[in-house]
């Protein structure tokens, strides 16, 4: 038999260890070192010693004598072993201890030798090994009571395996009730494993073990090979439904497709992602956003411990539209059917109480600082580092404005700016100060004032913003004086204002406004709004508003003002400007229709983001089930002054899109001839992932929709890169075929679905009054019958009713296209007689 590796050591209590008391030791003694991979004690062998050996019971509780000069066998882990001594002068009581001492003093005259026997015989290491030898009663005589009352006291009602016998066993359940029994497991030391490889022994016609030779070499050849996967996952226990799962497959010759491989299982060997597809993301890192505790959770979770939760709760949901706060920065889903209405307050607004400032802070603060930071990663990834380290090393750092976040958006901001001040500068203490430079902040309210500036230093408050639209820009005749220097920023940021104007007109004189607080020599405004159809028609409404009054394309440099008092039409020229993102061109957004707002829109420009619920969000909100949101945003984001499209040579139209089509997956990053990323096509919708191909929704750099194919014959990396897309990245290795997507934008007059069905209502009220008058006397008796046997589904003029269906009646659908093609004949006749009347 194969011993193994080396001695196993017990992780769990054993029965001896844990019995064995602290006693002083005898004189002149001194520790037994064995060596590792001996024979297990527990096989009962026999050994091969030149010196004889003396026969002594492990077990002191019995009485034994321990003459010198009788040879027997050492047997371990065995209590009521008796010895051959004892066997023939049973009445003889000699005391354990002094067999002990005898024992010890023969140890130390012949060290040597009781070191090879105990290394032969598979002996505890020297400490324990004496330690063992020492009796657990203390001397005292062995009675079953003695024994079982010792080892309650020792381990109360968790006794290790092997501690009592049968006798014992009943005796202690009749005492103290029965115990539990704990098995010990062993493991393997890996320090002995090294010293002394595994030793193969047989035993002999005389009973003894004696070892054998082996070739290890020869039996670890047939071992396999060990493959290390780091990427590996627990392996999974069987369950009854999967085990009947893999039954009902292997029978059907089939195979199992786990959730788990849901992205299809790229071989090991397939590449990394390229690295214009790392360049190409839109998420952060990670991609669940965690506020941070010490800026954002931390100050605001203070500022509420002051006030009920309660009744931070009943504000923020009487504010909010109710249970959810659906009218807050969440976006509750389509089939909800809510209104979709703008958030009620609003950083600018004057008058806000204690608990509705609360309520700003605890409801809003969350969504608006998640959204806002996603954007300024994706702002920060298309400008590049060289911006944003030029912003923080300019003089005064970078000037910011946060126009309606109530601070959330200046928040988000620097976090932007410690990570890459970190980056900059490695060995930055921490603690020290950074950078951030001059934040403004919009606090119409003294109660949200105090509130953003406890977690804001260094930090500008305005109660409202300058208007720059309604004032000179150069002396008059009737104000000769200079005009007063105006503020100037190098970022804007405006979450969540846009809907809070009623009329169109207002919103783009907002925007112009903001325009207007822009640094001219290459500032950043960034719009935000909610991700439902609403929210992105005054998004797209202010994107169109800026291309066509502010920023120069190529083509499109000026524009007509048509509000010159003189009649007459002056061309006013634009100014440098470029959209940063979510668009890769300057011409009509596809999914806008400019002529205004429409009803039933199903297809908007859109993205998200996901955060986790802050405690005090979790408890306004009510939830238990789950403690992320995914916030849901359109946004936009613009640069004033500096066109990076001439800077860079961008190319955008739809040369850029038939290039991307072709893609770019022979390109390294190295390469100088890799496009700008800003020549892309963008995933507008989550990407398609289905067996053997992925489908994109693109919206490509010539103002197109367009729906976008990669197989697995297409290529392995643009394949594998396709499967680790997500909605929002930008899109460079190409497609096998591209088609045009269909878009559902509503209804262009207005009309949404309970118009239409109420004037298809009022249609049919019209032609059931006509035919109670008489209108349809002189039509044709035989066309009359036919037409009221048809089953009218969405007649709007026919006026006939529905033939009675008889209970649990099916219809066939052929029968219903053939009636619906019956009606439509019976209506055209029908309206031909009435027009001849």
């Known amino acids: ?372 930071l996603s954007v300024l990663v994706e702002v920060r990834k298309r400008m590049g580092t060289d911006w944003i380290r030029q912003l923080i090393t300019q003089e005064g750092g970078p000037n910011v404005l946060d126009a309606s976040g109530g601070g959330a958006g200046i928040l988000a901001w620097r ?97 112009q406004n903001l325009w207007a607080l822009l640094n001219p020599n290459g500032g950043v405004l960034i719009l935000l709004e909610k991700g439902r159809q609403k929210g992105f028609e005054a998004i797209a409404g202010a994107r169109e508003m800026l291309l066509k009054r502010h920023i120069a394309s190529p083509g499109s440099t000026e524009y007509d003002n048509t509000f010159d008092s003189s009649h007459e039409s002056t061309k006013i020229s634009k100014e440098p400007g470029m959209i940063i993102a979510p668009c890769t061109n300057h011409s009509t957004c596809p999914m806008h229709n400019p002529a205004g707002p429409t009803k039933g829109r199903r297809d908007y420009c859109h993205f998200e983001q996901r955060y986790i619920r802050p405690a005090f969000l979790q408890r306004i909100m009510g939830a238990k089930d789950r403690n992320h949101e995914d916030v849901k945003f359109s946004y936009l984001a613009v640069q004033r002054g500096v066109d990076m499209r001439q800077a860079r040579g961008i190319r955008q139209g739809p040369e850029a899109t038939d290039a991307a089509f072709e893609g770019f997956e022979h390109l390294d990053e190295s390469d100088h001839s890799a496009p700008d990323p800003l020549s892309l096509p963008r995933a507008v919708y989550p990407p398609l992932k289905r067996r053997g191909h992925v489908i994109f929704d693109l919206c490509t750099p010539a103002g197109k929709i367009e729906r976008w194919t990669v197989p697995r014959s297409f290529s392995r990396q643009a394949y594998r890169d396709a499967r680790k897309s997500n909605w929002g990245d930008l899109w460079a290795l190409g497609a096998k075929t591209r088609i045009p997507r269909k878009l559902n934008l509503g209804d262009k007059h207005g009309e949404g679905k309970k118009e239409r069905l109420a004037r298809r209502a009022a249609a049919k009220a019209e032609s059931r009054e006509a035919d109670e008058e008489g209108a349809y006397d002189e039509l044709d008796p035989e066309e009359d019958e036919a037409a009221d046997e048809i089953i009218d589904d969405e007649g709007d003029r026919s006026g006939l009713r529905n033939p009675a269906r008889k209970r649990g009646q099916n219809i066939p659908s052929w029968k219903k296209h053939a009636d619906k093609k019956k009606l439509r004949q019976a209506v055209k006749r029908r309206d031909a007689a009435v027009d001849a009347l």
């Open 1 to 372: 038999m194969l011993s193994g590796p080396s001695t196993a050591r017990a992780t769990g209590p054993h029965a001896r260890h844990l019995l064995r008391p602290s006693v002083s030791r005898a004189s002149g003694w001194r520790p037994i070192s064995r060596a590792a991979g001996s024979i297990s004690p527990q096989r009962n062998q026999s050994n091969t010693a030149q010196n004889s050996i003396s026969t002594i019971s492990i077990r002191p509780r019995y009485s034994a004598s321990l003459p010198s000069n009788t040879t027997s066998t050492w047997i371990t882990g065995q209590r009521q072993s008796s010895t051959a001594a004892a066997a023939s002068n049973p009445t003889t009581d000699t005391d354990p201890i002094e067999a002990i001492n005898v024992l010890i003093e023969r140890i130390n005259e012949n060290d040597d030798d009781m070191a090879k026997l105990m290394e032969e015989l598979e002996m505890m290491e020297g400490d324990e090994a004496m330690e063992e030898l020492v009796d657990p009663l203390d001397g005292q005589e062995y009675t079953p009571e003695a024994w079982v009352e010792m080892v309650r006291r020792q381990f109360g009602d968790a006794i290790p395996d092997g501690v009592l016998n049968e006798e014992e066993l009943q005796l202690f359940t009749r005492l103290y009730g029965e115990p539990i029994i704990q098995e010990f497991v062993e493991e393997v030391s890996a320090e002995e494993d090294e010293k002394e490889p595994d030793r193969l022994f047989r035993e002999n016609k005389k009973g003894r073990w004696e070892e054998i030779e082996y070739d290890q070499d020869a039996e670890a050849e047939n071992d396999l090979p060990v493959v290390y996967d780091m990427e590996a996952g627990t392996e999974e226990v069987e369950t009854i439904a999967m085990r009947r799962t893999r039954e009902v497959a292997e029978q059907l010759g089939g195979e199992i497709m786990l959730e788990q491989f849901e992205n299809e299982a790229v071989p090991d060997s397939a590449p990394r992602a390229h690295a214009m597809t790392r360049g190409g993301k839109f998420t952060t890192n990670p991609s669940t956003i965690h506020l941070p505790k010490n800026t954002v959770t931390g100050p605001i979770s203070i500022i509420l411990s002051e006030f009920s939760n309660k009744h931070i709760a009943d504000t923020a949901r009487r504010l909010f539209g109710g249970p959810g706060l659906p009218h807050s920065t969440t976006t509750p889903p389509p089939r909800a059917q809510l209104p979709q209405l703008p958030i009620p307050l609003h950083a600018s607004q004057h008058h806000m109480g204690e608990m509705e400032a609360n309520a700003y802070i605890a409801a809003l603060y969350p969504g608006i600082y998640a959204s806002t």
């Open 415 to 511: 976090d932007i700016v410690r990570a890459e001040y970190e980056i900059m500068v490695p060995d930055h203490p921490e603690g020290a100060p950074i950078p951030y430079g001059r934040s403004t902040v919009l606090t119409g309210s003294e109660t949200l004032r105090l509130r953003a500036s406890a977690m804001l230093d260094n930090t500008t408050f305005l109660p409202r913003l300058p208007d720059y639209i309604h004032v000179r820009e150069k002396p008059t005749l009737s104000d000769t004086r200079a005009v007063q220097k105006r503020k100037q920023y190098d970022i804007i940021i405006a979450p969540h204002t846009l809907l809070g104007f009623e009329e169109e007109y207002q919103r783009k004189e907002h925007v």
